[in-house]
């Protein structure tokens, strides 16, 4: 049944999506040229709300639980599993105080009308996979803004998306680099439950009725482990939390 109405409704949501990414495409240019980071910041956070609020166009809900009390004066690393596509939107707009900043495939910087744009002009380290020496520049860059701004970034650590929604083992590379050149950053997992199933039947139809749920788990202050550590505790605490 849930199928069923998948082939109904996600015409109707890829139609909606289509018109949000490509309203906010030339929107984000004229507040970044007139309005500079600060309003184009605002028009990426009402970006992600509205595609946020498109999930409901399937039956879909979005639980997001965030009992921490997070710093706003010190950056922040979110590591989180990764189960489609579909996880960013509610990073963004739930946690939108933080200024955070996606490590994410250098393909996505083009061709993709508001989201490219965002990669590619609002502070992401846009990587290569097939070139590690610009991808540990991309990376560095990221970092030293982190320091420099206080800015806070996103990273999927397992690097693929987990299409089943069991978590894949991290890799410790792009999180041990900023734990390197960030000696202040704050680690937070982000557990992630069941918007793998949004995308259970591939891109069409997608997936009707899921609640879908994001919880912000208990910080890991790093000073004293490795990066070793860091990860095994966040990948440990994310993985109690995946149904």
């Given amino acids: 049944m849930r199928k069923f109405f998948g082939y109904l409704l996600s015409p109707v949501f890829y139609l909606l999506f289509g018109i949000v990414i490509t ?12 309005g500079g980071y600060q309003t184009h910041k605002k028009s990426v956070d ?9 999930y409901y166009v ?29 996880d960013i939107p509610p ?8 200024h955070g900043k996606f490590i994410s495939k250098i393909e996505l910087a083009k061709g993709i009308p508001s989201i490219s744009f965002n990669l590619r002009h609002g502070g992401a380290a846009n990587i290569d996979r097939k070139d590690p020496k610009q991808s540990i520049a991309e990376i560095l860059k990221l970092a030293n803004n982190m320091k ?7 990273i999927f650590p397992e690097g693929t998306r987990a299409k089943t929604g069991k978590v894949k083992p991290f890799n410790v590379g792009g999180i041990a680099t900023i734990l390197k050149k ?18 259970r039947y591939g ?6 009725f899921i609640h879908m749920s994001w919880e912000v788990l208990a910080p890991i202050e790093p000073y004293g482990f490795n ?16 149904s």
Avoid at 91 to 98: A, D, E, N, P, T
Wanted: net charge positive; glycine share 2%.
């Fill in 46 to 54: 009402i970006l992600n709300g509205c595609l946020l609020a498109l």
């Fill in 182 to 199: 960030v000696p202040n950053v704050l680690v937070v997992p982000i557990a992630i439950n069941d918007s793998w199933k949004m995308v």
């Fill in 23 to 34: 309203v906010f495409h030339p929107v984000q240019w004229l507040c970044l040229k007139l």
């Fill in 58 to 86: 399937l039956g879909n809900r979005v639980k997001f639980i965030n009992k921490q009390q997070l710093p706003t004066d010190r950056p922040i690393l979110f590591v989180a599993n990764h189960q489609s596509m579909y």
């Fill in 203 to 208: 891109t069409f139809p997608l997936n009707t």
């Fill in 227 to 242: 990066a070793e550590e860091v990860v095994a505790q966040a990948e440990a605490r994310i993985r109690e939390k995946i």
């Fill in 91 to 98: 990073l963004i707009f739930f946690l939108r105080k933080h």
């Fill in 148 to 154: 420099a701004k206080n800015w806070s970034a996103f």
